[in-house]
């Protein structure tokens, strides 16, 4: 796996992307009221925040809900790279200050994952096709910095679950977690959220598409992206709450 260079490190800590993907979730609650306003403004100044602080990468995606790949949603990742093996990310429905905590990934290399048992491969889902097809991007970093990102990426491995199901409850995280899945191939992501999305942002799929060309397709590990063979694996919910449309 190609390691991150220095270059690639500041640029990720100095990203700037725009923050215009709202909430679609309003919680339920009162206003802030000016105690709780005080208490934040203190514990922003005295608290120190270092697992929140390592979070200096921001990725943008599709999820799907594992075993209904046409229930489909965008997911805003903000992620630290803990090591050359091994990074972590939360999972937001949107990319401002008011965005609901939809969920969590784990990412891990090719060289990690063939060393897992076959049923928690099951879990774990492939990146090549969103590295390669410009779904996966990182907004605001400069395109030899997200480049060499996507190379790294493309070689990794993910395990997602989705705490709070915004497409469906618009107040509270209700339920228990889903496990989702990404896109294998073309056609199937829902090509009015990706143009939707890309609009929005300011990318190009397409574009990207064309400037990864480069970027070798590793072939997928034995046991990832399970659902293709029929393997699907979700929590049964005691609640009955739904969980898809």
Not at 33 to 55: E, K, N
Request: with cysteine; glycine share 6%; net charge negative.
């Amino acid at each position: 796996m190609k390691k991150l260079s220095l270059t690639l490190s500041i640029a990720l800590l100095t990203a700037c992307a725009s923050n215009n993907s709202p909430s679609n979730v309003v919680a339920p609650g009162d206003a802030k009221s000016p105690t709780t306003r005080t208490l934040d403004a203190g514990a922003a100044v005295l608290q120190s925040r270092p697992p929140v602080d390592a979070l200096n990468a921001y990725l943008d995606g599709f999820h799907f809900y594992n075993g209904h790949p046409d229930v489909q949603m965008e997911a805003h990742h903000y992620c630290a790279i803990l090591n050359e093996e091994v990074i972590q990310c939360v999972i937001y429905d949107g990319n401002r200050k008011d965005a609901k905590l939809m969920g969590v990934e784990y990412i891990i290399s090719e060289q990690l994952f063939n060393t897992l048992p076959a049923q928690e491969k099951a879990l774990w889902h492939s990146h090549v096709h969103e590295v390669k097809s410009g779904q996966l991007v990182a907004p605001g970093i400069p395109q030899v910095a997200e480049h060499a990102l996507m190379e790294k990426l493309v070689h990794t491995y993910g395990k997602t679950w989705h705490t709070w199901h915004t497409d469906l409850h618009k107040q509270l995280p209700l339920g228990v977690p889903q496990l989702m899945m990404g896109f294998t191939a073309d056609g199937q992501a829902d090509p009015k959220m990706v143009a939707e999305r890309d609009k929005r942002l300011g990318v190009d799929s397409n574009q990207k598409k064309a400037a990864r060309a480069d970027i070798a397709t590793p072939a997928i590990a034995p046991g990832a992206d399970a659902w293709r063979q029929g393997r699907i694996i979700q929590i049964d919910d005691p609640t009955q709450t739904p969980h898809r449309h």
